[in-house]
Each structure stands twice: as structure tokens, then as C-alpha cells.
């Protein structure tokens, strides 16, 4: 099993590619998190989503000014 941060530090890669394939609205959200509950059940799937809105708000910091 994952270390703590190691799972967090996954889960912010994850949630960081998702934004930048485009799933940055909320219909477009929450078609991904249903799909994702299908495949790792629903805990998983929201902590994805908690997590998609923390980095959206860091986007500044990640993201390069030809994404933004």
C-alpha cells in the first residue's frame, strides 16, 4: 500500500492531467467522476474531485502560460 504522500502526490499528477485534457467544467466533471466511480468506487472518485478543485485553484502555479 502507498504511503500518504506518495498517494497525495499521484492524486495531484492525476487530478493535473485531467485539467489539462480539458475536464475543467463542470458538466465535463462530473461526466469523469461518474466514470472513475465505476472503476475505483465513489470515495475514490470525489477525492479525485477534491482534489481537481485544489489544483485548479493552484493553476497558476503548474500550469504554463500557453495552457492557461
Known sequence: MMDDATEQHR????ARHWI??????GRWV???ITRIAGRRGPAA???LREEMRRQWLRR???MEASEL
Open 11 to 14: 492524486r495531484g499528477c492525476e
Open 20 to 25: 489539462r485534457q480539458g475536464y475543467n467544467s
Open 30 to 32: 462530473d461526466e469523469l
Open 45 to 47: 472518485a470525489e477525492a
Open 60 to 62: 497558476r502555479d503548474w
